[in-house]
């Protein structure tokens, strides 16, 4: 069972309504769960674990609705005709206002504890403890502080997302008196995005920030199962979502830079006390091919790893992909269960199941289907070979699975059909984890990718799903094609420093595509491979992927001419008919660049013996081979600084929305059914002005939806709809 306890009982402020009439349910918290007993709490080391906990025990409330509002008014989620109506309202935008899932006032009590406990906690009390035998000052009130900051912002952020316009409360209300002085202000999306921006600002600094550590006894969290410091929602991330709702809200770049800062900071970030954090990898971790079946041709065999991306027993460690969940109890019969694993799944424990109520979609299965994998495998020669997978090579029952293009689908979609012909569906992603996921590694290098393409660094973002990350990749892909010293000192804040991060690149590439020798093999040791190769294979020189045509200018007028390159004459070359070989072989370079370049031809009338000639045909073709490598060195370094300064400004902005599709694609494939992606296709809709960005992809599940105008994004309450 193991349930997540509450703390204190002691006000029901069912009153509240009365003094509002803008907001009224909004803040109808007419709740029994509350942290606080009297004026005198908050004031002892020991009211902080009962205070952290109760606020965490609230949001258990709000878990399951924040998914489904996330995803089910998205394109990757169809709901069965059997489901539920108010799963049904949700999908359809016309949520009525007995929905179950329609209660904000579930969202503003744990809003209510966390303003109590931001108002009335000591933080300034300090303790005397001991770490490694040296005695320091403690303050047992810091680190719930930071979080619990991070909380309230975090669900300030939700309520704007699923209802456009709400009231912003930030101080505790405990009487009717508190409620009828608040008049709280009403702020839409952009205005709670400033307002919080500015709340965590002075809260942002890593070096200060530390995870709280309960333990329920031991090392396992409040529920039992999950690691504590899960609970955790960590300051960086959530004002880096703040600042990307609002680079994209106000279409400012700038404020995307800032947002991209944000999530480096947590992904570099490690705890001065050390020992459960370390940095955050995308890791070497995938659903692939075999590399045999590639030999064989018996696509049947694959490598599925995927579900330890949804662990949550554990936290920190090179393999622990969860960052911030919501600790759901473990039995559906007591508590807040995690009802997701029902929703996604059939029913494991019924008699009878029967079939899941929510399903991928069309437009789901078809983002998975429509990528190319790109399989790389030794072929007979011991070298290493290409090879796309295509539907003719697979045999139908692979088909039937969806193993078809990108592999996460595969891996994370069961079905199978029972004795009374009913289809039962497991996603395993929704099931596998007891808890409900608000931040995992790969979502996070997804915003970071996003955060840094409307920045305007495509080349940086598309690295993310290409390659990984380290600072080889960054300096090869990003910092050459750089022309500014401000964007040069804004990309060198990014130290993906090659000590802790590895991708398989060895040394920056000096053509299209990395060569053998400049790829790491399987077996050294890489930790960075890019978010699509996760799914869909070879992602870092795959044609299919990347369109190279993305990178050409439209005017090519100045682009340097490439020098001929030295070819070297047959072995067994004779001395005496050296030279009259490197001329057939090379007379471009002779005439057009080793003659001007004062390298003359040594003629054999010059020489007194034939050794002295041939002495000095050797040393000829010793200054062609120098000369040839010199010039080529030069035209690279040319050719690079004319992409910087004439190529890349004019193919950025297509790079831009290149870049852009593909990060829309990779959060469908990635995080599908993890309740992000309407806010994904809200925030691309706000940022490129264009409303059928998101309609249209809605279109795609529902017809009906083609066109829908932004006042019915957002979710009504008492017949007001927040715009």
């Known amino acids: 069972m193991n349930r997540l306890k509450y703390i204190i009982s002691a006000f029901a402020i069912a009153a509240l309504t009365a003094s509002f009439t803008a907001c009224d349910d909004m803040l109808s918290m007419g709740n029994e769960d509350v942290i606080y007993a009297d004026e005198n709490h908050l004031t002892q080391a020991s009211d902080t674990v009962n205070s952290f906990v109760g606020i965490l025990a609230q949001l258990q409330k709000i878990a399951v609705r924040t998914n489904l509002f996330g995803e089910l008014r998205g394109d990757l989620v169809k709901v069965d005709p059997s489901a539920k109506m108010s799963l049904k309202e949700i999908s359809e935008f016309?949520?009525?206002?007995?929905?179950?899932?329609?209660?904000?006032?579930?969202?503003?009590?744990?809003?209510?504890?966390?303003?109590?406990?931001?108002?009335?906690?000591?933080?300034?009390?300090?303790?005397?403890?001991?770490?490694?035998?040296?005695?320091?000052?403690?303050?047992?009130?810091?680190?719930?502080y930071y979080a619990v900051r991070a909380i309230?912002?975090?669900?300030?952020?939700?309520?704007?997302?699923?209802?456009?316009?709400?009231?912003?409360?930030?101080?505790?209300?405990?009487?009717?008196?508190?409620?009828?002085?608040a008049n709280a202000p009403v702020m839409d999306l952009a205005a709670i995005c400033d307002y919080f921006i500015n709340d965590l600002k002075p809260y942002a600094d890593m070096t200060k920030f530390a995870y709280p550590y309960h333990g329920n006894p031991g090392q396992k969290g409040y529920n039992g199962h999950?690691?504590?410091?899960?609970?955790?929602?960590?300051?960086?991330?959530?004002?880096?979502?703040?600042?990307?709702?609002?680079?994209?809200?106000?279409?400012?770049?700038?404020?995307?830079?800032?947002?991209?800062?944000?999530?480096f900071d947590y992904i570099?970030?490690?705890?001065?006390?050390?020992?459960?954090?370390?940095?955050?990898?995308?890791?070497?971790?995938?659903?692939s091919w075999m590399e045999s079946c590639f030999t064989t041709g018996n696509f049947l065999i694959t490598s599925s790893s995927n579900s330890s991306f949804y662990s949550t027993t554990t936290f920190g460690g090179r393999y622990d992909e969860c960052i911030t969940v919501i600790a759901m109890d473990s039995s559906s019969s007591e508590g807040y269960y995690n009802e997701l694993r029902k929703l996604y799944?059939?029913?494991?424990?019924?008699?009878?199941?029967?079939?899941?109520?929510l399903q991928p979609s069309q437009p789901c299965i078809e983002y998975s289907n429509n990528q190319v994998y790109y399989g790389r495998y030794r072929s007979g020669t011991g070298l290493y070979a290409y090879m796309p997978v295509q539907a003719s090579m697979l045999e139908e029952e692979m088909l039937e699975s969806n193993a078809l293009g990108d592999m996460r689908l595969y891996a994370n979609l069961s079905t199978h059909t029972n004795n009374r012909g009913v289809e039962l569906q497991t996603i395993w992603k929704s099931y596998y984890a007891q808890d409900v996921i608000i931040y995992r590694t790969g979502q996070v290098y997804l915003r970071l990718a996003e955060a840094l393409n409307y920045a305007g660094?495509?080349?940086?973002?598309?690295?993310?799903?290409?390659?990984?990350?380290?600072?080889?990749?960054?300096?090869?892909?990003?910092?050459?094609?750089?022309?500014?010293?401000?964007?040069?000192?804004?990309?060198?804040?990014?130290?993906?420093?090659?000590?802790?991060?590895?991708?398989?690149?060895?040394?920056?590439?000096?053509?299209?595509?990395?060569?053998?020798?400049?790829?790491?093999?399987?077996?050294?040791?890489?930790?960075?491979?890019?978010?699509?190769?996760?799914?869909?294979?070879?992602?870092?020189?795959?044609?299919?992927?990347?369109?190279?045509?993305?990178?050409?200018?439209?005017?090519?007028?100045?682009?340097?001419?490439?020098?001929?390159?030295?070819?070297?004459?047959?072995?067994?070359?004779?001395?005496?008919?050296?030279?009259?070989?490197?001329?057939?072989?090379?007379?471009?370079?002779?005439?057009?660049?080793?003659?001007?370049?004062?390298?003359?031809?040594p003629v054999r009338e010059d020489y007194e013996t034939q050794k002295l000639f041939n002495d000095a045909s050797k040393e000829y073709r010793d200054a062609l081979v120098a000369l040839s490598d010199e010039l080529h060195e030069k035209f690279l370094i040319d050719a690079r600084d004319w992409y910087r300064d004439y190529a890349v400004p004019q193919v950025r902005a297509r790079q831009q929305v290149v870049v852009d599709s593909l990060i829309d694609v990779e959060q469908a494939l990635e995080t599908c059914f993890e309740g992000y992606r309407f806010g994904d296709l809200m925030r691309a809709a706000y940022r490129t002005g264009d409303d059928s960005y998101l309609s249209s992809r809605l279109a795609k599940r529902n017809p009906s939806l083609v066109g829908l105008p932004r006042s019915r994004w957002f979710i009504s309450w008492k017949g007001q709809i927040g715009q």
């Open 94 to 144: 016309s949520v009525s206002d007995d929905n179950e899932y329609n209660s904000p006032r579930d969202y503003y009590a744990v809003i209510n504890n966390c303003n109590y406990y931001l108002a009335n906690a000591d933080t300034a009390l300090v303790e005397q403890r001991y770490n490694n035998g040296a005695r320091q000052d403690f303050y047992p009130f810091r680190a719930e």
């Open 152 to 181: 309230r912002a975090w669900i300030y952020l939700q309520l704007g997302q699923i209802y456009g316009r709400v009231p912003v409360l930030t101080e505790p209300m405990l009487t009717l008196d508190d409620a009828a002085a």
């Open 226 to 263: 999950t690691s504590s410091r899960l609970s955790v929602f960590p300051v960086s991330l959530v004002l880096g979502d703040l600042y990307l709702w609002a680079a994209s809200i106000q279409q400012n770049p700038m404020l995307a830079r800032e947002a991209a800062k944000c999530y």
């Open 268 to 287: 570099d970030w490690v705890p001065s006390d050390g020992g459960y954090k370390v940095r955050n990898l995308t890791s070497e971790l995938n659903t």
């Open 345 to 357: 799944c059939y029913d494991h424990e019924a008699s009878e199941p029967s079939v899941a109520p």
């Open 457 to 601: 660094f495509p080349k940086f973002a598309l690295a993310i799903l290409t390659t990984g990350l380290d600072n080889t990749v960054i300096e090869s892909e990003v910092l050459s094609q750089l022309n500014n010293a401000t964007d040069s000192t804004f990309v060198e804040y990014f130290n993906f420093n090659t000590n802790y991060y590895k991708t398989r690149i060895i040394s920056p590439r000096t053509a299209n595509l990395y060569a053998e020798s400049n790829i790491r093999s399987g077996s050294e040791a890489y930790n960075q491979i890019g978010l699509h190769e996760r799914g869909s294979g070879w992602s870092i020189n795959n044609p299919y992927y990347y369109p190279p045509s993305t990178d050409v200018p439209t005017d090519s007028t100045g682009y340097p001419v490439e020098p001929p390159i030295y070819i070297a004459p047959a072995a067994n070359t004779a001395d005496a008919v050296l030279v009259d070989s490197l001329l057939a072989l090379n007379s471009v370079l002779i005439n057009d660049y080793a003659i001007p370049a004062g390298i003359e031809l």
